[in-house]
């Protein structure tokens, strides 16, 4: 088979259990969102995880590569965290998006 066709399969086994893991934690991130009271940081730490695995099984599913919903997960879930710290602003949303389109270019490029 060529690997253009070998890719397509791939594509097409793995996009059912990638949705239906986006989904869990989609569920997973709105329970803890609804009724879970941030007391302590380990709440807060969950928050964010169960929040970073929802975005990057959704973002893969929708940009087409793990490396780009890695990257834009990253960035989404460094800036709410840069937001919980106070330092959440215009510039380092700025900074952090050149810093993801940057990381982007650079590894689609080494390829």
Do not use: C, H
Not at 28 to 33: A, E, H, I
Not at 64 to 82: A, E, K
């Amino acid at each position: 088979m060529s690997k253009g066709i070998e890719d397509k399969i791939r594509r097409r086994r793995s996009f059912l259990p990638a949705l239906i893991l986006g989904v869990l934690f989609l569920v997973g991130w709105l329970t803890f969102l609804f009724f879970v009271p941030p007391q302590n940081v380990f709440l807060t730490f969950g928050f964010v995880a169960l929040l970073f695995l929802s975005l990057l099984f959704f973002s893969s599913l929708l940009m087409g590569r793990t490396r780009r919903g890695l990257v834009f997960s990253l960035g989404v879930v460094l800036f709410l965290v840069l937001g919980y710290f106070g330092a959440g602003n215009w510039l380092n949303f700025i900074l952090l998006t050149a810093i993801g389109v940057t990381l982007e270019y650079y590894l689609s490029r080494r390829r």
